[in-house]
């Protein structure tokens, strides 16, 4: 199959995905986890699957696999034995873009087709798996799926969790005909695992700026979230004197601005890209505050330095507008080195390519980092000229996914195949 | 009627009233204009009058009036032979107090009951009145129902205006029976109006300072709402970095704090107490955020240079951080004084009834302020002993509450009956 056809084969495998959860009003997606989006998109990975001969297996966290087996079981025994897992995940965050996650799970369905299509049968197995609720868009939980599946979130922090209209996730998975009780680390499941490869468009400027095409991500940098809880007193806006205030927006201001001010010095980033205010009525000195703390930084140390700052001068405008301040970390992940070896090997097959392979650094979470722990994990990135990442801006051609797409597939086939 | 049957009277009329739209988790009321709980409220209403033997009549603006007629039509001719009105409104802002508002409903039915109890009978009519949407809780009009009656606030400017949901006035009075073709200034019903009287709970300490338990309204303060739109670019919390984002909360965090710090030089109150982020996600940077500002000054000069130097503040902070800010005026109401002759009236029977009669002005709108264009208009408020207003924690004692509905039904007796 040469380039043309893999590009043609992109296009379309790209633009089914890309139909479902879109607002055509703002070309904003929404597919949050087990909605009917999330529904319709997992309606597409059972087609694609079925279209290359994979196997579809929902885990019992939600999490879709699709299964090409050897033919015979396979020659190989051992570690040899276990699977090379493409993917990402199918979810984004309200009015995300058409890339985060959908990328790297068509850029699997493609590469498997296009090997299917030479006719190679894989030695090993290979599957091409997306993880539910990767965004957190939902329930605040980013990559909860692999981190359900990896054993590293319990299954009683999350159950639990509510969105925003008050559902929990317990009650979300059983109305996908999910059991909660089933849900948690899954050793079987994570014993088939031999290594697992996440492409993902970039979500900055990195290649843009070499230029390269193709980069292999290094190490996922130290993130957290915290959820800020602002409790003051409501009353009414016209009557109340400025002294008899306790309003919970003038610690919120402070936590807006601090986060930046911290991060800058820090050079780390830091957002509080969530509020909600109660009664949110204009007339109405606010009673309530909610908003989260999004923050991430080279070092962990720098992470917690960050934080403990934050939280001190939030804590001291609180105290000095009578507002009562609690802080709940929601997150945190450590800082998470990549695979070696499966780094050089995807350099290797980017370099078969004839194109270069640096190596890239990412402020953002992603499955390959939860599972990290628990199965030698690595990242492909492909090039976004806007960087922009999270909003309808974000993007990447189709020939530079295409190159992903054949990256993907001389993996698998010199790892995989014979 | 002697005192204790007048407290027993108010106790039974506000008990009703005060059953419906309580969220017995908060003990806020959600009572917000043409939902099922303001239909809910003026069935209350409607039973209310039945009991008193009046005739309700609801007006072309979906205000509410119950009619005490002369039984002949009256001896008087002329202005006096136009109708004394009791009233306020019976809508909350979200997670509102039982008193604001409410009260002086009730109180105007207790008034009327406790005369027609005696065998009086008006020689002018006398009405019950409830505006409709004073708060503004639902579509961020506040005095809707008084401003378009007045002519004052014209129907093409609010009839599109959309609440939370998308619903616009226009769709909201057709579902609850409205034609809001037939919306706006209704000179024959204004012609009927001789004085409108509206006892309202306190809505700060005044009263509880002096103390007494009920002043006369002097002067409703200048008061204004403008909505503020900031446009940045939505963009991913973890890769985007700090120079590369136009993140709207920064200038936010400027609006908060601009509005508190100035309102403090002025003497005068401003507040943003009604926030909306785009799309509010925590591992996003804001594309957008709405906030609102509500100010009040002793004196219209005041108010205008509180928002130019506002304005101006967030307009340096928005350029700063590459985001675009758009101001617009909801409402504008001047400084009101209220009617002279009938302060003057208040102040006797409050002196009748051998209590203090002190004059306060207010920082909250009403619709008597919003109805003193166009007749004369005066406002009788009841002590609150926690000064607290537009929450769950606002009260009155209910003698002091019957001491209110005592002066009413002496006004009325003095200047409407024989």
């Not at 986890?33 to 579809?56: H, I, K, P």
Request: hydrophobic share 45%.
């Amino acid at each position: 199959m040469g380039d043309g056809a893999l590009l043609r084969d992109f296009r379309a495998c790209f633009a089914g995905l890309a139909a479902i959860g879109r607002d055509p009003e703002t070309g904003g997606y929404h597919r949050l986890a087990w909605t009917d989006e999330d529904r319709a998109a997992r309606g597409w990975f059972a087609a694609q699957a079925a279209a290359c001969g994979l196997a579809v297996e929902r885990d019992r966290n939600g999490n879709l696999w699709a299964w090409w087996h050897p033919r015979d079981g396979g020659e190989a025994a051992g570690a040899e034995a276990k699977a090379l897992v493409l993917g990402s995940h199918l979810d984004t965050v309200p009015r995300g873009g058409a890339y985060d996650g959908a990328l790297g799970v068509v850029a699997g369905f493609v590469a498997v087709s296009a090997l299917r299509r030479r006719g190679l049968v894989p030695v090993r197995p290979v599957a091409v798996a997306a993880f539910a609720e990767e965004e957190g868009g939902r329930f605040g939980l980013a990559t909860l799926g692999s981190r359900l599946l990896a054993g590293t979130l319990a299954p009683a922090d999350a159950l639990g969790r509510r969105d925003a209209g008050g559902v929990t996730v317990a009650e979300a998975m059983r109305g996908d005909r999910l059991d909660p009780d089933q849900a948690g680390s899954d050793p079987d499941l994570l014993d088939r695992l031999g290594e697992v490869v996440e492409l993902h468009v970039e979500q900055g400027r990195g290649l843009v700026d070499l230029p390269a095409p193709l980069g292999v991500g290094r190490r996922v940098q130290p993130h957290g979230r915290w959820r800020l809880e602002l409790r003051g007193e409501a009353n009414h806006a016209g009557t109340t004197r400025l002294g008899d205030r306790r309003d919970p927006t003038l610690p919120l201001a402070t936590a807006i601005t601090a986060a930046r001010e911290l991060a800058g010095r820090a050079g780390a980033v830091a957002t509080v890209g969530r509020i909600l205010v109660e009664p949110n009525s204009t007339n109405s000195v606010p009673g309530g505050v909610r908003a989260w703390l999004d923050a991430r930084a080279p070092e962990d140390a720098v992470l917690d330095r960050l934080l403990a700052a934050w939280r001190a001068e939030v804590a001291a405008a609180a105290d000095e507008h009578g507002v009562e301040a609690e802080l709940t970390c929601e997150s945190r992940s450590p800082a998470v080195e990549l695979d070696p070896g499966l780094r050089a090997r995807l350099a290797e097959v980017i370099a078969g390519l004839g194109l270069p392979a640096p190596e890239l650094d990412t402020a953002a979470g992603h499955d390959a980092a939860a599972l990290a722990g628990v199965v030698p994990t690595a990242m492909l990135f492909v090039r976004n000229p806007t960087g922009a990442s999270h909003t309808p801006a974000e993007s990447a051609s189709d020939e530079d996914c295409a190159l992903g797409c054949a990256a993907l597939a001389a993996l698998v086939e010199a790892w995989a195949c014979r």
